[in-house]
Each structure stands twice: as structure tokens, then as C-alpha cells.
């Protein structure tokens, strides 16, 4: 089993930034690939940014040039740089692993962009 633990969520003015973190854990960690995703009451959960073994990365075009996502392997963890913020940015935002067998889920923080 691997555990997903997401900080760095909060309340941000629109143009504003902010920073999520997202660390795993487990026993026997064979992690592929790590990414974002976010869902706003009513909503679907639809993908924000990834990125895999290679250090590819995949990207929202709602979010492309503005969000950036990083990983550190050394400690299973991925982030995610949200640069001027927009009220549509506003969701709750969940982190994903994934390893050979499974895909693995963070319990997700909330962003709110308001004036």
C-alpha cells in the first residue's frame, strides 16, 4: 500500500500563487509516475499536471504556462506551483501515484481564489 500526504493548499487572491507539496509512503515503493488533480463541488475530477519516470510532464491547457509541476524522487514526493491564480482554479486538489499494480489516492486540499 503506499500513502499519499498533500499540504500547501489555502485561501489565495486571483493573480496570486501558491505551492501544494505531496510526500509518499509505503512499504515497498515502485512509484511510476505522480501527478495532480482537482474537482469542484458537482463536478468530475479532471487532470491538472503529471509527470513520469522520465521526467515527462503533461499539462491542462487550462493551466499551461501558469502551473508547473516537479519531482523529487529521492523522496517520493511531487509538487505543484500554481502561478496568477484564477477563480476557476478554485477546487479541491488531489494527489495521485501510481506504481505497477495500482493507482493510489491523497485525501486532497482545498484552494479558494476569491477577492
Known amino acids: 500500500q503506499v500513502q499519499l500526504v498533500e499540504s500547501g493548499g489555502g485561501l489565495v487572491q486571483p493573480g496570486g500563487s501558491l505551492k501544494l507539496s505531496c510526500a509518499a509512503s509505503?512499504?515497498?515503493?515502485?512509484?511510476?509516475?505522480m501527478g495532480w488533480y482537482r474537482q469542484a463541488p458537482g463536478r468530475q475530477r479532471d487532470l491538472v499536471a503529471s509527470?513520469?519516470?522520465?521526467?515527462?510532464?503533461n499539462y491542462a491547457d487550462s493551466v499551461k504556462g501558469r502551473f508547473t509541476i516537479s519531482r523529487d524522487d529521492a523522496e517520493n514526493t511531487v509538487y505543484l506551483q500554481m502561478n496568477s491564480l484564477k477563480p476557476e482554479d478554485a477546487a479541491v486538489y488531489y494527489c495521485?501515484?501510481?506504481?505497477?499494480?495500482?493507482?493510489?489516492w491523497g485525501q486532497g486540499t482545498q484552494v479558494t481564489v476569491s477577492s
Open positions: 495521485k501515484a501510481t506504481d505497477w499494480a495500482s493507482d493510489y
Open positions: 509505503g512499504s515497498s515503493l515502485r512509484i511510476t509516475a
Open positions: 509527470i513520469g519516470s522520465y521526467s515527462s510532464k
